[in-house]
Every structure is written in C-alpha cells, then in structure tokens.
C-alpha cells in the first residue's frame, strides 16, 4: 500500500514537499513515479526516479522546479515542489513500477497510492 502525504494550500511561487511511503512492501524493489490529475482533466506524469534513484525523468512542465528523490533505508520517495503556479494545484498520486526503470506511462505501474491534494492560489 502506498500513502501520498503532504498537500495543501499554498501560495503561488510557494513550495510544498509531499512524501509517498509504503508499507508491506519494499520500495527499492520498485521504480517510482508522480502523476496527478486536475479537476476534469486526465491524470497526466510529473515525474519518475529508477530503483537506485540514479536515474530521474520530469514533466517539461515541471523541470527545474520540482524534484523527485528516494530514501530506501526508509521505504520513502519525495516530490519537492517549488516556485509552483496556480496550474499546479491537482491531485498528486504517487504510484509504484516493477521494473528498473519507469517512464511516464500510466500502464507502466502496478501499484497506486490515493493522492493528496495540492492547490496553488494565484
């Protein structure tokens, strides 16, 4: 099971840091990604890190303001979200690959978290 945490209201040009931890399951045995999904539209990639975490992909949208990492040692991966805008705010769901390497590609995951809501006001 995995357990996206960390949304909430924040200011445009502000930084939020949402976490996706999981239990019964060993992380490093996964790649990861984020995904989220605004009101009425489709569930779009945000971004991805392979299983050693050497290896990171980001939305065009997002590059050089968000940043995916991973902690194994404590079954946790990270988005870092800064200098966000009002088309950010949706809601971010972290989602689990059992493969080396995942991309953006919603059928690449098997596994789904249940997102948590992040909104930007302008």
Known sequence: ????????????????????????????????????????NVREFVAAISRSGRSTDYADSVKGRFTISRDNAKNTVYLQMNSLKPEDTAVYYCAAASRVVAGPELYEYDYWGQGTLVTVSS
């Open 1 to 40: 099971q995995l357990q996206a945490s960390g949304g909430g209201l924040v200011q445009a040009g502000g930084s939020v840091s949402l976490s996706c931890a999981a239990s019964g399951r060993t992380l490093s045995s996964y790649s990861m990604g984020w995904f989220r999904q605004a009101p009425g």
